[in-house]
């Protein structure tokens, strides 16, 4: 029975979470602007959920070198440090979020909003 958490992080907006287990899949998502409030609920639902995986959005958008990508880039450090997690970069995603934000797809318990990055 595996158990995969799967994250698109933020460090200081909303990140999504899906829970997935045995062909079951649950949505959910946490906005706060610290990324230390990120960090103690991703921490807790590691805790709770106990997943064999961890599997996170990464960026390499070094060139924003505002306070919003210093704490993503914290959060991320964290992740990596987990030592059971993986990164898929930010560019596998992009088909996906396309027909995503055209209504081509949906996908059921996730509302899109543009986000600080417009996007």
Request: with cysteine.
């Amino acid at each position: 029975m595996l158990k995969i958490l799967a994250l698109d992080p933020s460090g200081t907006g909303t990140t999504g979470i899906a829970l997935m287990e045995n062909d079951q899949v649950t949505f959910q998502e946490f906005t706060n602007s610290n990324w230390q409030a990120h960090w103690q609920t991703l921490i807790g639902l590691i805790e709770e959920f106990k997943p064999q995986v961890v599997l996170y959005e990464s960026t390499n958008y070094i060139h924003s070198r505002g306070k919003d990508m210093t704490s993503l880039f914290k959060l991320l450090g964290g992740l990596e440090c987990l030592g059971h997690s993986e990164a898929v970069p930010v560019n596998q995603v992009k088909g996906l979020k396309q027909k995503l934000f055209t209504g081509k797809v949906s996908i059921a318990g996730i509302t899109y909003s543009p986000g600080r990055g417009k996007g």
